[in-house]
């Protein structure tokens, strides 16, 4: 699978942050995909790293819910995924 740059595509911060936080969303709600709680942190929390003030607030939401382990295992993929892109 090719890697997509949104850099490199040309996508603006505010527009890169909004894709973030539709993949949270997605994880989510199992909106096309399962229910995944850890990808839904993991990408609430990217998208509020690049500015995304109402994915922070659902990132908090979603801690509440969460065990502190898989809070950690987001937070691991999180930065592994920062650290690539």
């Not at 502190?68 to 993929?77: G, S, V």
């Amino acid at each position: 699978m090719a890697r997509f740059d949104m850099l490199e595509a040309g996508i603006g911060s505010t527009a890169q942050a909004e894709i973030l936080f539709e993949l949270g969303l997605m994880y989510a709600t199992g909106r096309d995909c399962d229910t995944d709680l850890v990808a839904a942190h993991k990408w609430f929390n990217i998208a509020a790293i690049k500015g995304s003030e109402r994915a922070a607030e659902l990132r908090s939401e979603l801690s509440a819910t969460m065990s502190k382990t898989d809070i950690a295992k987001a937070l691991r993929e999180a930065r592994e995924w920062m650290t690539v892109h």
